[in-house]
């Protein structure tokens, strides 16, 4: 669905200061219908190759492809933002009506749909958030998950292949980071709908298909939730803290107690531990 390969990215910090180099020769590949999750540092890449992923951002060197089309091409510039939406952090900063159902057809109505159709996405993108009731509120008011389910509405409206979400969670408590990855999770399983999730949240990387980790640009590990979560000296350097199953599985085995296969959710603990006690 979107191939990176081998790109060069480098930002300036001051006008006439010397580039530093961000991404030498980072190459990726995401799968349609996947749900991977991307983990690593401040400062690892994350954001920015969010931002590669529909075009905001263009590689100096090497290319991306969304479904074949080149970011770097002016030309597929309409059809890869409506291929690929992003998501932030802020849900304050995406609301751009002040009533909900306003907000959700900002993007169709950009498109130049007509109104029935407009109609007809709003109702299924709000549906597909479990938003319906709140589509005549004041956006205002609504809780930060609430906001955060209506930027992801925003971007369904558009009939999106792929939804890329930068730290959807970071600024919600954790009732609205429940409703929020319910939501990317539904979307993915129901609707096959391909979704790339940055996160500071291991936890949230646990239940992912494919979990990447970065650092200083560069792709440290790359696989599923197991294979990466079982790299504890590599994880342990980057600083990253692991899901509390895996800690406890690692304190376990320090003490000469191995557990059939690495548990990464709480629920994988409690079946391993008591599968393991007499
Ligand atoms: N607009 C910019 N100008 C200059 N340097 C930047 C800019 N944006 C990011 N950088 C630098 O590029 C590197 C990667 O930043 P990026 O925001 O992609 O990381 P991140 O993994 O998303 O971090 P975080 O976890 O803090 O969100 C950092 O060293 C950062 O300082
Ligand atoms: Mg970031």
């Known amino acids: 669905m979107i191939h990176i390969e081998d ?30 999750t991307i983990l690593g540092h401040n400062g690892s890449g994350k954001s920015t190759l969010s931002r590669m992923l529909n075009g905001m951002l263009l590689p100096e060197q090497g290319r991306v ?41 900002f993007g169709p109505e950009n498109l130049g749909l007509a109104p029935d159709k407009i109609r007809r996405r709003v109702d299924q993108a ?39 979400l930068d730290e959807p969670t970071a600024m919600l408590d954790p009732k ?8 990317v999770r539904r979307l993915n399983k129901e609707q096959g709908m391909t979704v790339v ?4 949240y291991m936890e949230e990387a646990a239940t992912a298909d494919r979990c990447i980790v970065m650092e200083q640009g560069k792709i440290l590990l ?8 079982s790299h504890r000296k ?21 003490r000469g107690i191995t557990l059939p296969a690495l548990p990464l959710t709480e629920q994988e603990c409690i079946t391993a531990l008591e599968n393991l006690l007499p």
């Open 126 to 164: 709000l549906a597909a958030v479990d938003m319906t009731e709140y589509a005549t509120h004041s956006t205002a008011r609504l809780s930060g998950g609430q906001k955060q389910r209506i930027a992801i509405a925003g971007m369904l409206a558009m009939h999106p292949k792929c939804l890329v």
């Open 234 to 254: 590599e994880l342990e350097q980057t600083g990253l803290t692991m899901p509390a199953a895996c800690q406890l599985a690692f304190l376990l085995e320090d």
């Open 65 to 105: 492809l969304v479904q074949g089309m080149d970011t770097a091409d002016e030309q597929n510039q309409l059809n890869i933002r409506k291929t690929v939406g992003l998501v932030f952090q802020n849900p304050d900063n995406q609301i751009v009506s002040s009533i909900v159902e306003e907000d959700v057809a």
């Open 197 to 200: 999730l940055i996160t500071h």
């Open 7 to 36: 790109i060069y990215f480098s930002y300036s910090v001051e006008e006439d200061s010397e580039p530093i180099p961000l991404f030498e020769g980072l190459s990726l590949t995401i799968e349609q219908g996947s749900f991977t």
């Open 222 to 229: 790359d696989g599923t939730p197991h294979q990466v979560f």
């Open 176 to 183: 609205g980071r429940r409703e929020v990855l319910d939501t």
